[in-house]
């Protein structure tokens, strides 16, 4: 209460086990011509969430919404004019664990649902969350987060069966490559080594896969997978890069470069080519952005290196939102490039063997 005998010199904070009020009662008390007084109500209802439900929150998109605070009610009881001069500042303790990757709404209730009008939040940390309002009534504080995504049992087997096919034609492209002997003239270094790359990246990331629930709270086993998986598709992309040279070259026919090939174009400097290359670009990574591994926003990063690495299917990856055809097509083309090199390299290659 501030009136003529009771006066203060700054905005006062009132405080709740959970929650904490600044406002502005001088500046109302003078507003209030009369007599010169206001008076503050401030409370805290501990069990009220059971009855004003987060799920009164109504919100566009589709979101799990959580209570983070205790319901709390600020009234201007006894005074005439309750105009506020300055907007109120509302402190709430989160009551639940805070997931940074979510987002918080101030809200008061409006009599059967929590809206936003006139409140925002100021600034919020893990324990934390400053709201300012404009107004008084009944707040609270309330979590979104996005929720997962629904599960396909079928796109979820195809993606196996598809991926455990497309490891196996790896695997015998391989083998083709490593014990079949191939004339002089037929350098497979740079096939050898995209299987390589390839055959990893696809064998990790289904592990990742299979292991999601595992993995996903060990920040850094998260970081170091994507790491990899960095490495392992770009390497790939390198090394494909290398086989678009070599065809170019065998194409051409060009002397010049033929009479230098093995001193400019050997297994060993193109081995240091399609790999440190990669692990250049992985460590810049890595000192540039060393949270980004293992985040939410390396997904988009990892998505546009596989569609470079993988070619003109992963386009398909934009467009599959909702799309059950689409999203079949994407991940059999995808799943399928050990198939595709094996076909295309050893079963319908014309080259001569040694």
């Known amino acids: 209460m501030v009136g003529p005998v009771v006066t203060l010199e700054k905005i006062p904070r009132l405080d709740t086990t959970n929650s904490s009020m600044d406002i502005d009662l001088i500046g109302i008390a003078k507003n209030n011509n009369e007599t010169r007084s206001a008076n503050v109500g401030f409370m805290s209802f501990n069990t009220m969430e059971n009855l004003l439900k987060s799920d009164f929150f109504n919100t566009p998109n589709n979101t799990i919404k959580t209570m983070m605070s205790t319901v709390i009610s600020a009234t201007l009881p006894k005074t005439t004019n309750t105009t506020l001069t300055k907007p109120v500042n509302f402190t709430f303790r989160h009551i639940r664990e805070f997931d940074p990757s979510s987002s918080l709404s101030c809200v008061y209730w409006n009599i059967s649902e929590w809206i936003v009008d006139g409140c925002s939040v100021l600034k919020t940390n893990s324990s934390y969350t400053v709201c300012s309002c404009v107004h008084l009534s009944t707040f609270a504080l309330i979590m979104q987060t996005s929720r997962p995504p629904e599960s396909d049992s079928l796109l979820e087997l195809l993606n196996l069966v598809c991926v455990i096919v497309g490891l196996v034609f790896f695997t015998l492209a391989l083998l083709t490559f490593a014990l079949c002997q191939w004339s002089p003239g037929v350098n497979n270094v740079a096939r050898i080594n995209i299987c390589i790359s390839l055959l990893l990246a696809h064998l990790l990331f ?101 569609f470079v690495v993988l070619g003109c299917p992963w386009i398909l990856g934009f467009f599959t939102n909702g799309n059950k055809v689409l999203e079949i097509l994407f991940l059999i083309l995808n799943s399928q490039q050990g198939t595709f090199i094996f076909l295309i390299y050893c079963v319908l290659n014309h080259e001569p063997l040694g």
């Open 206 to 306: 289904l592990l990742t896969q299979r292991f999601l629930s595992l993995i996903r709270p060990q920040q850094v086993l998260c970081a170091v997978i994507s790491g990899l998986l960095h490495f392992l598709f770009l390497s790939g992309f390198v090394w494909m890069f290398i086989e678009a040279v070599l065809l170019f070259i065998c194409v051409k026919n060009l002397s010049q470069i033929s009479s230098k090939k093995r001193e400019v174009l050997r297994n060993g400097f193109l081995c240091v080519i399609g790999y440190v290359v990669a692990l250049v670009v992985v460590g810049v990574s890595v000192g540039l952005v060393p949270d980004g591994y293992g985040s939410k926003q390396i997904m988009v990063f990892k998505t546009l290196a596989q």
